[in-house]
């Protein structure tokens, strides 16, 4: 009896084992969304040499690759186009002379990566209408994945989380702006539509850049990458346990939940980040920029489109409602813009100045959907820019302020039917006194009796301002100032 035991045991390793051999990353996994009309890789590991078909359903014939000298094997098969309305379930089954391994219900949509820090993490149970939108969010059209927190010194190929069809159980924990992101894409588009979630609360920007990217840019090594490597917390073991600090720390979260998905076909990103690195200005935009390059580099589909929010008006628990050090960081924060292929969405009208975590989300997913549908899927009808400053008009008693036109090609208005709020004048002095607005068509003109001779303009160019200028298509005005004077020394 004793024997047999032991041979069953043995047996039952063996197969273990045996069972092993051939893996699939596990970012593929069945319930995904495959990004149409692109190459779409197929990547895991089997021992050296192996050979390994690939074998989508809608291929007609199966795609045979072998395993490298690394145990490693990627196969790249053509998707076709999504087409409107069509919600077909596919299979992809990759399989060695000994095993396979079959990917079920999967979709064939538009696949986009949500990442930021907490405010893109604030999830839909935590919203202003979760009541409301929770409860209605059946879509199993939509597919969500979450990735796991981790650290790591070295680049990591695979990453926890579970692909699963949205519903209001899955969707509860999931990212808000990504899911409102989603499902306005889903509702104009009538394609399925997959949300990879993968970031965390109070990380800074530099944690998303590549080491060597970091060490290659004098500057960003000299402010972000440098510091760190001095300093003891560099030679610590990494564990996955999350610290406010660690996630703070240069390329760290890049390798542990960024790199895992560079051979996953996807359509772009979307970002929600900047109050960890509020302090900072030009290094900030920099940075930014980089990281945008580098997630385009690694993961080698083009220019990939990269749309982002701004940071909600906040007071940092200082009430002077002159302050404009989180205006001029914002400033920074517009610059990222300057490139290609990238576009900020405004939040400062529904922001909540004592709240860091504003709960009305579903506007700022909203305007990333109509930014996306605009500028990558070619939809020109769908507004997506609120008004933007192009110049201003110095009279005597009066200032007039003009918009770029194709941003307020319906006019401007407020959305509490007031007057604008928010707006500055000064004069040579550089000192700022608020000034009554009122609209004029597609302008504004302002008036201050306190400013004899106007030479400049801000608006919103505060630290807490809840604004309510738009224009007729319901899209906020972006923050602005008519001067390049220099940002003041921080009080002491």
Known sequence: MKQIQIILALCCLTFSAYAQKLKLSPVLQNNMVVQQNQPFKVWGQAPAGTVISIQADWQAAPLSVAANAENRFVG???????RKGDF????ITVSTPDEKRVLDNLLIGETWICSGQSNMQFSMHETLDSAREVPAANYPQIRLFSGSLNFSNEPLDSIQGTWQECTPATVYKFSAVGYHFGRELFAKLN?????????????????YVPREVLAADT????????PYLDSPKSKE?????????????????????????????????IWYQGESNRGERESYTRLTQTMIQSWRAAFGQGNLPFYYVQVAPFWYDKPDSTLADYAFFREAQERVSDLG???????????????????????IGLRLAKTALNRTYGLLDEAYQGPKFDYAEYGSKEVKVYFRPETVL????????KAPEHFFIAGADQKFYPATAKIEGKHLVL???????????????TNFPVTNLQNKDGLPALQFRSDNWPEPAPAK
């Not at 077909?88 to 299979?91: A, D, P, Y």
């Open 88 to 91: 077909s379930k596919h299979q």
């Open 237 to 269: 073991k990494m564990d996955g346990g999350f610290t406010f600090e660690k996630v703070t720390r240069p390329f760290l979260l890049y390798n542990a939940v960024i790199h895992p998905f560079i051979n996953l076909s996807v359509k772009g990103f």
């Open 447 to 461: 008036t201050s009796s306190k400013v004899k001779k106007p030479v400049a303009v801000r608006y919103a160019f």
């Open 410 to 417: 319906k006019g401007l208005e407020t959305n509490n039917a």
């Open 76 to 82: 790249i098969i053509p998707v076709p186009v999504a």
């Open 191 to 207: 394609v399925p539509i997959g949300l990879v979630f993968t970031g965390i609360g109070a990380l800074a920007a530099q944690a």
């Open 219 to 226: 500057m960003l090594n000299r402010v972000y990458l440098q």
């Open 341 to 363: 292929n990238t576009e900020m969405v405004v939040t400062m009208d529904v922001g909540e100045s004592r709240d860091l975590h504003p709960k009305n989300k579903k506007p």
